[in-house]
């Protein structure tokens, strides 16, 4: 089973925007075929219009409408931590151009959300280290609380 997580946005950001300014700042992404992933032997990325579906769901159960999905895919059998780095490093890359955002794991549990400039990371979900680790990798303001996902 692949992990796959989505960072769903809503932001005037074009899909073409959003990877080219990942692969302007994450220098260790390479672009495949074509301009439609980046990736490095851990993470695949690719960014799409959100789909129309996508859109209901997500505004149903956070009150924004996504014009944005980023996906994040690990390869399997690689470094679980430097994909894990790089992942929260294009979020919050990309969070400095957003509105609302959630990023969801398998496309139900939420993994952080930002909604009104407040960053909320989701204490029941185990990706990221303890606070320190997370305060020498962002330049945002967080805090940590349970966030069940109305998607399940």
């Not at 080219?20 to 799409?48: K, M, N, Q």
């Not at 149903?60 to 490093?89: A, H, I, K, Q, W």
């Not at 990798?137 to 940590?144: A, D, I, V, W």
């Amino acid at each position: 089973m692949a992990l796959e997580y989505t960072l769903e946005s809503s932001t005037k950001m074009t899909p073409t925007q959003a990877m080219d300014l990942l692969a302007s700042s994450l220098h260790e992404l390479a672009w495949g075929e074509e301009r439609f992933v980046l990736y490095d032997p851990t993470v695949t990325i690719c960014a799409t219009q959100s789909l129309s579906m996508t859109r209901k769901v997500i505004e149903r159960g956070f009150r924004f409408v996504p014009d944005l999905s980023v996906e994040f895919r690990f390869v399997s059998n690689s470094d679980y931590e430097c994909f894990r780095e790089t992942m929260l490093l294009a979020t919050m890359l990309l969070l400095e151009h957003v509105q609302d955002s959630v990023l969801l794991f398998n496309g139900e549990i939420i993994v952080l959300q930002r909604f009104g400039g407040k960053l909320v990371l989701n204490s029941e979900y185990h990706i990221f280290e303890d606070d320190d680790w997370l305060r020498s990798r962002l330049s945002l303001p967080f805090e940590r609380r349970p966030l069940p996902s109305p998607l399940m």
